[in-house]
């Protein structure tokens, strides 16, 4: 499985395997398991909106702004396509679906910070997130250290 091959920290490539498998714990897949009530079950942005991970990462409006932030405009993503969208943001190919698990990861991350913190984050606080730990995971693609910073000026140049 590609998520595996990944040179990304064991967290962002678990994280992969979960959303590869439908298993993220996004309130709909928490409800199904009888571990929220229905009450429960909706995203904490649009209020009366079932929260599953395609919502979170593609429909959710601070989803949709951040995309359309890194360059991604259409509206037919989902987790079941999600490796795909490397070649729609023009990444180059060795370092695509890493690319997008980072952005992915990100957004989860801004999900959890608006539950547990009540933080609310804009798109750019998120993409500047990203670019941050991409700065710490750049020794680990050592033989990728071109098309990393292609990808990491790519996205910086959104800001």
């Excluded at 998520?3 to 309130?27: A, E, Q, S």
């Excluded at 957004?107 to 547990?116: E, S, T, V």
């Amino acid at each position: 499985m590609r998520v595996w091959r990944t040179k990304l920290p064991t967290k962002v490539k678990f994280f992969g395997w979960l959303l590869t498998h439908g298993r993220v714990n996004c309130r709909a897949y928490l409800h199904r398991r009888n571990i929220c009530t229905r009450k429960e079950d909706f995203c904490e942005t649009c209020s009366d909106v079932l929260e599953t991970a395609n919502h979170i990462f593609f429909q959710c409006p601070i989803a949709l702004r951040f995309w359309r932030l890194v360059g991604f405009h259409h509206t037919d993503a989902s987790v079941a396509n999600h490796w795909l969208l490397g070649r729609e943001l023009q990444l180059p190919s060795q370092v695509q679906y890493d690319a997008v698990l980072v952005l992915l990861w990100h957004l989860w991350k801004a999900r959890n910070a608006k539950i547990f913190d009540n933080l609310q984050l804009t798109e750019e606080a998120i993409l500047r997130h990203t670019l941050s730990d991409m700065d710490l995971w750049r020794p680990r693609f050592k033989d990728a250290q071109d098309l990393w910073g292609f990808w990491r000026h790519h996205f910086s140049t959104c800001l």
